[in-house]
């Protein structure tokens, strides 16, 4: 238990913080048809839309390029046998081709986390000082128009591709902080894991749709109509977005009084903070934060890469045409938003009942979440053209991460709720390496394609995963920490 002030206590099962004397227990308000859960909801479809925004290049990359595919059932440059798809269909080639390098396609790959680290702590901090709303509006709208001007772009040369993609990770880059900031004030303690998953759920769903549809799109019509159609749905969101969503409960005119005094009530006395007095020394020197800095960065290398190389890597190397290269590609995925979902309700129930602290709780599932990912990785490298084996180890590898949800992933809403934008800013800006550097070092060890290559590819991530998630157990907390409430109630309650 740890103490802050005369009449307050912050214990480590995130139970709301009670004023002795002064205050009666809130009921809880209903979840269906609630505005929290709306906004879940709502976030999902947000995350869903920047992620197809993502990840939509990898699948479209493996048809831009002059020399993937000699005919439609050609799979000579691949190391493995092709897999001839079950009916005879005309491939769509109208669509302009190009002759970019391996080299190239690693910096084009990369180019959208070059734009994406540089919002990362701005993107916390303006949500913080302006509201979290309309900063994400307007950070996926970017993206989104941006999108829709990608084929031109690619068009025009490499380097405005590259531009483009800059931009967009720019308008990408505030989305999470902004979200973070804004479930700080929405989410009561003891549901963070369910409303937060729900709402994140909809990164791995973006992957998970977008992959195979992605496939089919330019399977029928070409790649362009990839952006065009998924940039049509992006403007469909913000336009739901601009009317459903506010900041925070106090300021929504249509949730109701319960729900209003259950959420405010739960995070009374949390969230103590203003923009213009934040702790920089005492967050920037925050042991917890560095160790979930560690694992947010060890994580994403072996996320990003593959999120951006598994379609080169299925077609490549397994030698999967591009309609089946975009469902098996999203596979990983799906399992990843199953377990994902799965893991916030088992991860709230552990500390709804009391069974076990939040730091365990929170140690526990980024180990299974970063270990299971990292042994399924290498496994995958060592199972040669064996298709479905190497389709089933990447698959249990992604899913198993999706346990590592109710981890380190929301580590900082538990430490400093106040600070969550900032913090999560923080240690996303170290997290954005991988997807920049990552696709271009897997690309320059992977010039002959050759398994052997790829083996090398999975071993860094693998080790990276190994460290990242023994360093966060060892230094992970649970507990809000002293420099993210305030010391004293008296002048504002």
Not at 112 to 124: A, D, E, N, S
Not at 131 to 138: I, T, V, Y
Not at 239 to 252: C, E, G, K, Q, R
Not at 375 to 387: E, I, N, P, R, S
Request: proline share 4%; hydrophobic share 45%.
């Amino acid at each position: 238990m740890e103490r802050y002030g005369s009449d307050v206590e912050v214990d480590e099962q995130r139970t709301p913080l009670i004023r002795r004397g002064h205050e009666e227990e809130v009921q809880k308000a209903p979840a269906c048809g609630s505005s929290r859960y709306t906004l879940a909801l709502l976030s999902s479809y947000g995350f869903f839309v920047v992620y197809s925004l993502r990840v939509n290049l990898s699948v479209a990359m493996v048809d831009m390029l002059n020399n993937t595919h000699q005919s439609n059932h050609s799979h000579s440059g691949t190391v493995c046998p092709g897999r001839a798809d079950p009916a005879v269909r005309k491939h769509n080639h109208t669509a302009s081709v190009y002759n970019w390098d391996s080299e190239t396609q690693g910096w084009i790959l990369g180019s959208f986390f070059y734009g994406y680290i540089l919002t990362q702590v701005p993107g916390g901090y303006l949500a913080g000082r302006f509201g979290p709303k309309w900063l994400m509006g307007f950070g996926i709208l970017g993206t989104v128009i941006f999108t829709l001007l990608t084929p031109v772009a690619a068009d025009l040369g490499a380097g405005y591709l590259i531009a483009v993609r800059v931009l967009e990770g720019i308008g990408e880059g505030v989305t999470f902080p902004a979200m973070y900031t804004m479930w700080a004030a929405w989410a009561p303690p003891l549901e963070r894991s369910r409303l937060l998953t729900i709402s994140y759920i909809g990164a791995q769903l973006g992957t998970v749709i977008s992959l195979p549809v992605s496939g089919e799109i330019i399977f029928y019509l070409d790649w362009t109509y990839v952006f065009y159609i998924f940039g049509a749905v992006g403007l469909v969101w913000f336009v739901l977005w601009a009317f459903f969503i506010f900041d925070s409960p106090n300021t929504h005119p249509r949730i109701s009084e319960q729900e209003r005094l259950y959420i405010t009530s739960s995070l009374k006395n949390e969230l103590s903070t203003s923009a213009s007095n934040i702790p920089w020394r005492s967050i920037v020197t925050s042991m917890p934060l560095l160790a979930i800095v560690v694992a947010h960065f060890s994580y994403n290398w072996t996320f990003y890469t593959l999120l951006t190389l598994l379609p080169t890597y299925m077609s490549d190397i397994l030698g999967f045409s591009i309609q089946q290269n975009g469902f098996l590609s999203a596979l990983p995925y799906l399992g990843c938003a199953v377990v994902a979902v799965l893991s916030g309700q088992i991860a709230d129930y552990l500390r709804e009942t009391r069974k076990y602290r939040t730091v365990i709780v929170r140690k526990s599932f980024t180990l299974i979440g970063m270990i299971g990912p990292a042994l399924f990785l290498v496994a995958a490298g060592y199972t040669g053209c064996d298709y479905t084996l190497a389709v089933t180890f990447l698959t249990i590898s992604s899913s198993l991460g999706g346990v590592s949800a109710s981890g380190f992933n929301i580590n900082h809403l538990d430490i400093a709720p106040s600070y969550a934008g900032i913090l999560l800013g923080i240690t996303n800006t170290f997290a954005t390496i991988p997807g920049m550097v990552g696709p271009v070092i897997a690309r320059a060890l992977t010039q002959q394609n050759t398994i052997e290559e790829w083996q090398i590819v999975f071993y860094i991530a693998a080790a990276i995963d190994l460290f990242g998630a023994i360093f966060y157990a060892v230094f992970g907390k649970g507990t809000v920490q002293s420099w993210a409430i305030r010391t004293s109630f008296s002048h504002a309650d």
